[in-house]
């Protein structure tokens, strides 16, 4: 009976640890891209953010801005849910923020629970003060080497039903061999960034399917509904590239399973073709 009791405690506290470890155990997964990239933009990095819902890495997130600050990007781009809608905490939000906007300049866009959290337009304020550009159906253009990049930012469908005519409204005027850059937290509209003819594009929202099992991918996502499409990586099809970042905090469900959190980064390299 003893044996049984010491056994059943030693698995509870593995199961305990491995779960602690697929919740935490923060990654940084790094990839190129080369198709059709400014020469100027060689070698440019960008990091992407997505998903924190107000999960902390350390005191003062020191363990995600450590993690950030030894990749050295160029630029952030945080593609939504900074907090969580069922336990909204700004503070949380902005300590990640204030620390990581002294590594590099950061882009954001909504997701569904900055909206549904009713504190979006405090949100919004705050990375605004503290030096952050809100792409809330907006453009923004960066410049390197004599380069420039297009960066779009659409505002979460939840409040953007029109979202096709407003980027399409974005992309008008722009030169006909622009790179463009699009921000958004839905990676379940992928067509439309397709049609859009848009040349990069930064998701979250999917949570990498919550759970991942091998040879089949993530389980669930929202949206997506169960053994969803879009959950991690990199997503091609005609002249549009989709990035699907698996995120770094949870929602209802409250494990990762084979599924740790996740940073993201590209580098653009410039192909001379």
Not at 18 to 29: D, E, H, K, V
Not at 91 to 117: K, L, R, W
Not at 195 to 222: C, Y
Not at 236 to 250: D, P, W
């Amino acid at each position: 009976m003893k044996f049984f009791k010491n056994k059943v405690i030693c698995s509870f506290l593995c199961l305990a640890g491995f779960l602690y470890w697929q919740n935490n155990g923060l990654i940084l997964t790094q990839t190129t891209y080369t198709k059709k990239v400014p020469k100027g933009f060689d070698g440019y990095k960008i990091l992407q953010v997505s998903d924190l819902q107000n999960k902390c890495f350390g005191q003062n997130q020191e363990r995600i801005l450590e993690k950030i600050r030894n990749a050295a990007p160029d630029i952030i781009v945080i593609t939504g849910d900074l907090i969580d809608r069922n336990r909204t905490n700004l503070d949380t939000a902005m300590t990640f923020v204030e620390g990581a906007v002294n590594i590099a300049p950061i882009y954001y866009v909504s997701g569904n629970h900055e909206h549904q959290s009713g504190y979006f337009e405090e949100l919004a304020e705050e990375l605004t003060e503290a030096g952050v550009t809100v792409l809330q159906n907006g453009k923004s253009v960066l410049q390197k080497n004599g380069d420039m990049i297009e960066l779009i930012g659409l505002a979460d469908k939840r409040v953007n039903p029109y979202y096709q005519e407003v980027l399409a409204t974005l992309l008008k005027g722009s030169e006909e061999d622009a790179f463009q850059i699009l921000l958004s937290h839905r990676p379940e509209l992928f067509e439309a960034y397709v049609a859009s003819g848009v040349n990069l594009a930064f998701t979250g929202h999917a949570h990498g399917g919550q759970i991942r099992l091998p040879f089949i991918g993530g389980i669930f996502a929202p949206n997506q509904g169960f053994f969803p499409v879009y959950t991690s990586g990199v997503y091609e099809k005609k002249n549009t590239a989709m990035v699907v970042s698996r995120g770094l905090g949870n929602s209802t469900f409250p494990f990762r399973i084979f599924n740790r959190p996740e940073l993201v980064m590209i580098t653009l390299r410039y192909e001379n073709i």
